[in-house]
């Protein structure tokens, strides 16, 4: 009777796929190094989502949705690229988002023979600009906060220098 339990559990779930065979199929996630790529001159750098496709046959993309169709695994159509355009595809021209799709396109068209469209464009930031980050209410509470003690513990300080030396020895 337990075996009987048990045997869904054991059989019939999960995919046959090894795992060198699993990593030979594009990475979920492939970034950059954001700091490096941002500090040297003219840095670009884009981060976004991208869906797969494939042109005709190919095996790569259907071992990806049959992955994806296991409701226990992530969507392997679905990729996440951090691409420092100043380091990678020097010669793709255009704005930002257009070159960033053109790489990921031609990089993944490349490796495995799949089509990468844009799904969501994160951002695209250049290292031309200085990051800076604008002053919130948070920070004027810390603001107020410090100065405050900061007052208060002059008032004291003042106060004991300045008061009664006959009191303060009692």
Known sequence: MLLLLLLPTVAGYGLSITDEQYYKLPPLFSLDDYQP????????????????TAEGDNHVYDVLLELTNDLKNFNHT?????????????????????????????????????????D??????????????????VDWIF???????????????LYDTFRNQDEKRR
Do not use: M, W
């Open 37 to 52: 790529c941002l500090a040297s001159a003219g840095g670009q750098y884009c981060l976004g989502s991208f869906h797969l």
């Open 78 to 118: 679905l990729l996440h690229r951090g691409y420092c355009l100043t380091t990678r595809c020097l010669d793709i021209e255009g704005s930002l988002p257009q070159r960033f799709t053109t790489c990921v396109d031609r990089t993944l068209s490349q490796e495995y023979g799949l089509r990468a469209t844009l």
């Open 120 to 137: 969501r464009l994160d951002y695209c930031k250049t290292g031309d600009k200085p990051r800076t980050r604008p002053i919130d209410n």
């Open 143 to 157: 603001a107020a906060v410090a100065i405050a003690v900061l007052v208060l513990n002059g008032i004291g300080t």
